[in-house]
């Protein structure tokens, strides 16, 4: 049988563990730390041996030229006396400086090549240090050593640190504190501007898209963090519009749809020809209604989305407009259609996208179309460097409380926007994206033919010698 004994299951271990955070600082301040000053006594060593082998022959130099008389003293007091007692005179000699004296074999006694030519010619030689003073005494086989020239450098001192040594681990202790002191106070608010951009990162990762990273306190992380917040605005207003664009659209496509479907069914059940043609009208003209409505809600997906560039060309503006209304004009039946330029000069050239503004005057033109009853009128104006282009109606208009709301996409007013006249609410707001790509922007207001005026507005190319 096997089961579980709670008695002999080990209780589980706690372990102390600093808060992630934390953990994160100190070992970004370690890392950056050990870094700063590896690298800064890395620096301080190869000055420090350049320095000191730039001003060895200097310092060599001096050292012989500071130590030849008492060398020559020593020399012939040396000679005065039997070679047997000069390791006795060396003694008492040395009891009279402050540094020590020997006499050594000149097998023993290595130096740098360079020094030992300078030994074996009879001159002073100085070890690699500079502490410590080499003669070769006349002909004889035998040198004489002077050093260390520096009493704390005596092997006898059995002081474990000397003076410099601990002049060196004060000098370098207060440095490594001070950069510590340094390093933490730098690294301290540029691990919060971090954190704050990781914890904003992985909110917007976990589909948080309303979050945003805090004002930076390094300037350093300023733009990183700007750049960010504005990334996430635009992916929120990406999704949002997507979210708004397919549920209209799935709400739009249930109405030809429905009217398809009834209209399949009753084509089943009669064989009467003219209500068989009527039946096959109806679903035409609901498949029209469905293309149109997919293409229109691709036409404002692409402009909300992408914010194409535009490619701005300067165009003769009446001809262009002219040749607007004229594509248009056959969908009005027998509605009239007028255009007046009158206010322009005949000259007038305005900066506009050849590819994209089309879309903005046709679709403020349908708009008419749909909503007049007699009379459509298009007329311009010239305002302050700017063109103006009026579309107004004789239909019933716009309150004016709703004026602002007809561009926002898939919007039907109550009034204007009912069932019967179509459309989806997208050719106005289409064509208030479009204006605000070329720095300008569309207008509802009331016409003076009594309907609704929409006005189209942005910078034109100035005309020389006109004044508006």
Do not use: C
């Not at 007699?374 to 282009?389: C, K, P, Q």
Request: zero cysteines; a neutral charge; charged letters at 25%.
């Amino acid at each position: 049988m096997t089961g579980s004994n709670p008695v002999s299951q080990a209780a589980p271990k706690r372990r102390f563990s600093l808060p992630a955070g934390s953990y994160r600082l100190s070992k970004l301040f370690f890392n950056f730390y050990l870094l700063t000053m590896g690298s800064f006594v890395a620096i301080a060593i190869v000055a420090d041996f350049v320095i000191t082998t730039a001003l060895r022959d200097i310092s060599d130099d001096y050292t012989r030229r500071f130590m030849q008389g008492t060398v020559s003293m020593i020399e012939e007091d040396l000679f005065r006396q039997r070679r047997s007692d000069w390791p006795k005179r060396i003694k008492t000699l040395g009891e009279r400086f402050n540094y020590k004296l020997a006499i050594a074999e000149r097998e023993g006694i290595r130096l740098h090549p360079n020094q030992s030519v300078l030994l074996d010619a009879g001159e002073l030689a100085v070890s690699i240090d500079g502490e410590i003073v080499y003669h070769r005494l006349k002909n004889t086989a035998q040198i004489l050593v002077i050093g260390p020239l520096s009493p704390d450098r005596d092997p006898d001192n059995r002081r474990f640190f000397t003076l410099e040594m601990r002049i060196r681990i004060l000098t370098w202790g207060l440095i490594g504190f001070f950069l510590a002191i340094a390093v933490w106070l730098w690294v301290r608010p540029v691990y919060r501007d971090l954190e704050a951009l990781r914890q904003t990162a992985r909110a917007l990762g976990e589909g948080d898209f309303s979050a945003r990273a805090p004002a930076a306190r390094n300037t350093s992380f300023k733009l990183l963090a700007e750049t960010l917040n504005a990334m996430a605005e635009r992916v929120q207003r990406l999704i949002a519009t997507q979210k708004e664009l397919s549920s209209a659209i799935s709400h739009e496509l249930r109405t030809p749809i429905a009217r398809m479907r009834f209209a399949l069914e009753m084509l089943a059940e009669t064989d009467v020809r003219e209500e068989r043609e009527r039946l096959w009208q109806m679903m035409e003209a609901d498949l029209d209604e469905l293309d149109n409505l997919i293409d229109s809600s691709l036409t404002y997906a692409r402009f909300e989305r992408e914010q194409p560039e535009l490619h701005l060309a300067t165009t003769d503006f009446i001809p262009w407009l002219e040749e607007q209304v004229d594509d248009i004009r056959i969908l009005g039946g027998k509605l009239s259609l007028t255009l007046d330029t009158s206010t322009l000069p005949k000259s007038l050239r305005v900066e506009l996208d050849r590819k994209s503004m089309p879309f903005a005057v046709r679709n403020l033109l349908r708009n008419a179309i749909k909503y007049a009853q007699h009379h459509i009128a298009v007329s311009t104006e010239l305002r302050e460097g700017r063109i103006l282009v009026h579309v107004d109606d004789d239909g019933i208009g716009i309150p004016p409380e709703d004026r602002e709301n007809v561009f926002s996409a898939f919007t039907r007013l109550d009034r204007s926007r009912d069932r019967t006249t179509g459309g989806y609410g997208l050719g106005l707001a289409i064509a208030r994206l479009v204006l605000e790509l070329h720095g300008g922007h569309a207008t509802a207001h009331e016409s003076p033919l009594g309907g609704a005026r929409f006005t189209l507005e942005w910078p034109a190319q100035p005309v020389p010698g006109h004044r508006s």
